[in-house]
Antibody
Framework: QVQLQESGPGLVKPSETLSLTCTVS????????WSWIRQPPGQGLQWIGY???????MNNPSLKGRATISVDTSKNQFSLKVRSVTPADTAVYYC????????????WGQGTLVTVSS | EIEMTQSPATLSVSPGERATLSCRAS??????LAWYQQHPGQAPRLLIS???TRATGIPARFSGNGSGTEFTLTISSLQSEDFAIYYC??????????FGQGTKVEIK
């Protein structure tokens, strides 16, 4: 059974860069689409972007180019960086898997809370 | 960007009763619609994909219906573990994928 686990700092200062990694275990990162999704406290879900194992990516325009997603197939990991963060970026960040580009998220990590505060 | 609107925001139901949740898309998403369940402090869990196909291990009391812009999730007889927040999400044609704002199913 594939499992996803997010990791990274839980506190980031305003204007700095948020960095998270998702480690995939129990299966290969190859031939799947991998997304980052976030949920501000008490709010709904927002898709941030995806990466294919080959490196093709697409981000949500709502983040105005601040998000970058990368993949390291040798480590079965993919990562998220969000630059120039503000308190509005405070959220639980989830990584998730899709079998195809146009498909549902069938596996999720447990999520990690990132707080943006000085 | 396709906007997903869920109703009602909160649904109060007694255990054993039927619950019907609605999701509307601002434009057609065909049947490219998923439903997720989220308990407090947990990640969302996939319930339904393709508007009506139950995910692995999801009980038969959960059913999805609809196509185009109108969708429903029905829980035929609510169990204690079903009280949670439910989200719909489209994955039609091209990103960005968007979610509804959620429906909270609470104990009446």
């Amino acid at each position: 059974q594939v499992q996803l686990q997010e990791s990274g700092p839980g506190l980031v200062k305003p204007s700095e860069t948020l960095s998270l990694t998702c480690t995939v275990s129990g299966g290969s990162i190859s031939y799947y689409y991998w997304s980052w999704i976030r949920q501000p406290p008490g709010q709904g879900l927002q898709w941030i972007g995806y990466i294919y194992f080959s490196g093709n990516t697409m981000n949500n325009p709502s983040l105005k180019g601040r998000a970058t997603i990368s993949v390291d197939t040798s480590k079965n990991q993919f990562s998220l960086k969000v630059r120039s963060v503000t308190p509005a970026d405070t959220a639980v960040y989830y990584c998730a898997r899709s079998q195809w580009l146009v498909s549902e998220f069938d596996h999720w990590g447990q999520g990690t809370l990132v707080t943006v505060s000085s | 960007e396709i906007e997903m609107t869920q109703s009602p925001a909160t649904l109060s139901v007694s255990p054993g009763e039927r619950a019907t949740l609605s999701c509307r898309a601002s434009q057609s998403v065909s049947r490219n619609l998923a439903w997720y369940q989220q308990h407090p402090g947990q990640a969302p869990r996939l319930l339904i994909s393709g508007a009506s196909t139950r995910a692995t291990g999801i009980p038969a009391r959960f059913s999805g219906n609809g196509s185009g812009t109108e969708f429903t999730l029905t829980i035929s007889s609510l169990q204690s573990e079903d009280f949670a927040i439910y989200y719909c999400q489209h994955y039609n044609n091209w990103p960005p994928w968007t979610f509804g704002q959620g429906t909270k199913v609470e104990i009446k």
